[in-house]
């Protein structure tokens, strides 16, 4: 779990399928020093995983990611200078499993986008 | 998050890789999602790295711009050793397009194409 040492979320509203955070970034964590040394970039891999844990938390259960068609790093996240992230969420349970569409943004930078299928473990 | 660059040459790489349990893309005891994407994604690094050094240019550093068609067959558990293997498929200008499949004993894990920046 990357939660909740390298970020942590509050102020979840959830309004029908759609879900809102804010995310908060520890620009301390170890994962900073080595991606990448003295240049500290949010590695996009770690994007996927938050959006798989705040889901988690959303509809309390462990869920695995099955695919995903297509995901979109268009910004980087400096931990430094982008503390505070929104993220934004559409989870619907579906026959092959709960589709989640969601985007990572501040009020100025989409960073992310994501679509995927998880399943439940 | 990889162990050793076993094969390598213009277009391909290939690796493995040790799941250890203080790994911090390691969940329940099993490399998660971001952690085999990232295995990838460090496997085609590890590939570009070796070339540039045995050409003697600078290393550069590479952030993952797009993933597509990730699929995700099983997660390998702590103490498995995985096999992984990129080609890269095309190059335009900063960005390189490869395709990565990771095994555990010859059988599919995970399977992905993903388009890298490479900041020169």
Redesign the interface.
Known sequence: ??HPH?FTFSDLQAEGDKLKSIIKLNAGH??FKGH?PG?P?L????M??MV?EVTEVYIDK?I??????????LS?IDPVEHTSIQIELSVKATDGGIKVDARLFNSTTLFFKFS?LFIQR | MIDQLITCDEICSSTTFLIKADN??V??DEL????I??NI?QTAAAGFGYITQQNKQPIA?G??????????FA?PKVGEIIETNVAIIDRIFEMTIISGSVKRNGKLLAS?EMKIYIKE
């Open positions: 779990m990357l390298l170890p994962i990448f240049q970039v590695p996009g891999v770690c996927m995983q798989k462990k695995r990611l099955l695919k995903a068609r297509e995901l979109k790093f980087l995927g | 911090v893309l969940d329940d998660s999602e971001a952690g994407t990232e994604a550093a952030y993952i711009a797009a993933i597509k068609n990730l699929e995700i997660l992905c």
